[in-house]
């Protein structure tokens, strides 16, 4: 994956000139909007918008009412269940990202149910490395706090100031 | 086992080195468990502190007395008041808390201050707003009673947090502050020959 041959560049630039505009924009880093952690029942426990500057300029932010997150984590939570039940293979970890026009949406599901979703603007996200530290931000944070209940909505100030660090150093790439 | 066989050995071997690495999240949700469990039996904010501080004050005796058998070997102590916070601040925090403390201070003779600014059992912890300035360092605070009461340098401990001064991205600072008992003085006075 991180070693591209001469070939494999040629090809490529040959698509970006074919696609023009829309794989120029695909190639600049993508901004996270959101980061949302759903308990295993399928509750939302933390939700969190950021607003992103792309790099034209344009602020891409998410408005959504508190009853529509909710509603839209416990959505996605079947979604994500009803993935892996129709599975024609075995294995299978259910969604872990779906791409659309204007925004791309990345989710990581722990051993333990909980599922820890962002979503992005179009760009190349290191999506997997993101999520993980996300996680092990929620689990240091909250599941390592004394005072923090399980499958409860996560309030804490350190687990909030650790995510906008890892938002941060995606967000900053330039 | 050696130990029961009534040869007189385990008095003679010396004590192991002893395992000093422990997964800090294996630690964290022990001591997450540890406030929990009193937080359920307590009824206000003092009195969580005073029984992690109870629970430090255990921890502290045992470790001090243990780590004064590995680091010198018979078992001797410091009977000066320096040395010995100098070795609660490097050899036992290491052993307890996984790093040396940052500093060690002195204010008006008998009042020292001992600051950690990543201490562990405060590492993972926000304190809910209902629970006002509880501070989990008391387990801390707790640790050093213990060392010094074993010791013989009665003090009164406490622990507060300060937060870190502008440009220092360090977080939240504990400091455990000793306020030592007269004799204490006295006797370091009459050991200094004045």
Known sequence: MSTTTPVAGVAHAVDARALGACAASAMAPGRITSVWV????GGLIYHRAFDAVDGRGETHAMRLDANATLRLASVWHSMHAIARKVSPTRGCVGIESVECDTFDLYCFQAETGTKIVMTTT????????TLRRAH???YAYALQNPFYEMEMPVRCELFDAEIANVVRSVNERT | MRRGSGSGTTTRTTLGKGKSEVASSAFALVFSELVQYHRARVRDVGELERALDEAGEMVGRRAFEAQAFRERGSGKRDHRLLP??????????????GRAADSLEVYDDDEYLLSDKDLLVNRFVSVPKDLGDLNCGSF????VRGILCSAGFPAKVT????????????GRTTNILMKFEKEVIERERRLDGK
Not at chain 1, 38 to 41: E, L, M
Not at chain 1, 122 to 129: N, P
Not at chain 2, 84 to 97: A, G, I
Not at chain 2, 140 to 143: I, Q
């Open chain 2, 84 to 97: 010995l916070l100098q070795f609660t601040q490097s050899v036992v925090w290491k052993n307890v808390f």
């Open chain 2, 140 to 143: 801390a605070a707790g640790v």
């Open chain 1, 122 to 129: 179009k760009g190349t996200v290191d999506a997997r490395g």
């Open chain 2, 159 to 170: 622990a507060y947090s300060s937060e870190a001064g502008p440009g220092d991205e360090s």
């Open chain 1, 38 to 41: 759903i308990n295993k029942s």
């Open chain 1, 136 to 138: 092990q931000a929620f």
